[in-house]
């Protein structure tokens, strides 16, 4: 059976997903007046382009990533994603039922929450049984050594083709998302510094809103 999506039903998608303020946050370069999703389209091509059977992305303040990868996997008939975030910055992600009717209500159900950290996830059953990872996207504390457990910790999931995509990843930035008493400094882009350095990727970043690298190995 063929599956069809027309450049209309995308827009009126996004067009309903804007009607939730906060789907226009955290430095994606969205922009609302002219339904544009600004970073976002690259990670919806991409999903579309690659088509990956699972998408894995880690931390999202109200589900932006997740939900535009969700809608490029539903859009290609097949896939998931899962969602790994531990609701450290409020309790939106705690309750399981709330979860599911959040992503539900824009139309993408393809979403599975886990409520852990990544180093808590990897110790998991899910972990173990999980797939080949086509997609990684790497939001979650933005520090050198989080945004490399991340990435590693993934490694043995991917294949050749598997993209990485890192987050806030363009230069240092102080944040308060904590609380002002647990604020820090994004040290993402330091990460990116050393795979740049390293023969085994390939490193490509666009510098528009809070930045945006990807990563893949390097043809053998």
Not at 2 to 29: C, N
Not at 104 to 130: D, M, Q, R, S
Not at 132 to 137: E, H, N, P, R, Y
Request: aromatic share 12%; proline share 4%; with cysteine.
């Amino acid at each position: 059976m063929r599956f069809e999506v027309t450049t209309l039903e995308v827009q009126d998608w996004i067009d309903r997903l804007y009607k939730d303020p906060s789907m226009a946050e955290m430095g994606h370069g969205q922009t609302v007046a002219d339904s544009n999703l600004g970073l976002g389209w690259i990670y919806y091509a991409l999903g579309r382009a690659l088509k990956p059977q699972i998408a894995v992305v880690i931390g999202s303040y109200r589900g932006f990533v997740p939900l535009v990868l969700g809608k490029a996997l539903l859009d290609n008939g097949f896939g998931e994603v899962h969602f790994i975030d531990p609701s450290l910055v409020d309790d939106f992600w705690k309750e399981r039922k709330s979860v599911r009717d959040h992503f539900c209500a824009h139309g993408v159900p393809n979403i599975i929450h886990h409520l852990a950290t990544t180093e808590e996830f990897v110790e998991t059953e899910a972990y173990k049984a999980l797939g080949s990872v086509g997609i990684l996207f790497v939001d979650g504390y933005h520090s050198e050594e989080h945004a490399r457990f991340d990435h590693e910790a993934f490694l043995p999931k991917m294949h050749a083709e598997t993209v990485t995509l890192f987050h806030d990843s363009v230069r240092e930035r102080l944040t308060r998302m904590y609380g002002d008493d647990q604020a820090y400094v994004h040290t993402v882009c330091h990460y990116m510094d050393l795979l740049r350095e390293d023969s085994r990727f390939e490193v490509a970043t666009f510098p528009m809103a809070d930045g945006l690298t990807l990563v893949k190995r390097a043809p053998l």
